[in-house]
């Protein structure tokens, strides 16, 4: 059962939690131009500001879902999902040719502050070794710490990855490895609208990502929600069934916190409309859930 206490946290008020994020810096003349040819992004953001983009294959599928800092005129921080960045910096370099810019990994770390306080807390912790970061999620008010040693701000609650998981979920935030792999399509995720400028120039994988859009987003699956009923907690990779028909996959399972519905994240067939009564179900056990469009708390 997860902590009540952290959730609440989170969820009212402010709550702090380390998370995993690989950091790559960009650093040299040419990174501005060189960035703008990789990332779906518009990387010509004013020094201090920060968005987020995608880094695509050739044939348009997903090797990162990155999140850019300008740090200065011809210098960029990338930021990824902890396990990730050594996948970008080989990207990146792979593609750097005659580019006078630099690209390696940096030894900063994360504390993440969720929760309607959030803003509140992250500008009065901001300093010259830290910078601050937006990190809203659907229905939920977030910034993060990042540096070499951002500290945790007096009074503000620590929490454990249990409860940081479950508000993730609700939000309908996908995760590297777990909702994003290089097998995504981006709109499956929904992470094209805050992630692709429609005005800028030529990038590696643009051509997919234009085919999608021409469509209307009209993609086999999406992510969804999933509220879970009574009953055993599936595993990630647990199939959703509806009627007689495998309609999908688990992807992230939060733990149970106690007064509230178990809940978790699967790509689902668009032929399900939200909400839908589904089984998950798994070797050794099955459970009801319903199908829910995503946040699952507004």
């Known amino acids: 059962m997860g902590d009540g206490a952290d959730y609440q946290a989170l969820r009212e008020d402010v709550g702090a939690v380390w998370l995993e994020r690989d950091f790559v810096a960009v650093d040299g003349p040419d990174a501005v ?33 990155v999140r850019l800092w300008r740090q200065g005129e011809d210098r960029f921080v990338l930021d990824t999902d902890g396990g990730w960045g050594p996948a970008v910096v080989e990207r990146l370099n792979r593609f750097k040719l005659r580019v006078k810019a630099e690209v390696g990994p940096l030894a900063w770390k994360c504390l993440a502050l969720r929760g309607p306080r959030a803003h509140e807390v992250a500008g009065a912790a901001a300093s010259p070794g830290t910078v601050v970061l937006g990190a ?35 939000a309908g935030v996908p995760e590297m490895g777990r909702e994003i792999d290089e097998s995504t399509i981006p709109a499956e995720a929904g992470i094209v609208e805050r992630s692709v400028s429609w005005t800028k120039g030529c990038y590696t994988g643009q051509e997919l990502v234009a085919r999608i859009d021409s469509r209307g987003g009209n993609v086999p699956r999406r992510l969804r929600g999933l509220v879970l009923g009574e009953g055993e907690v599936p595993p990630a990779g647990a199939r959703v069934v509806a009627g007689e028909k495998d309609v999908g996959r688990v992807t992230s399972v939060g733990e149970p916190i106690e007064g509230r519905a178990p809940v978790a994240l699967a790509y689902v067939g668009r032929a399900v409309e939200p909400p839908a009564d589904v089984t998950v179900t798994w070797d050794g056990g099955s459970v009801l859930a319903t199908v829910e469009p995503l946040p699952l708390v507004p």
């Open 33 to 65: 131009s060189f960035l703008q040819g990789q990332l779906s992004q518009d990387v010509n953001v004013e020094v201090g500001a920060s968005a987020w983009a995608m880094v695509l294959q050739p044939q348009g599928k997903l090797d990162a879902f």
């Open 136 to 170: 809203d999620w659907p229905g939920l008010a977030g910034a993060d710490l990042v540096g070499e040693g951002p500290e945790l701000p007096a009074g503000v609650r620590l929490c454990g990855p249990a409860a940081y998981q479950v508000a993730r979920i609700e």
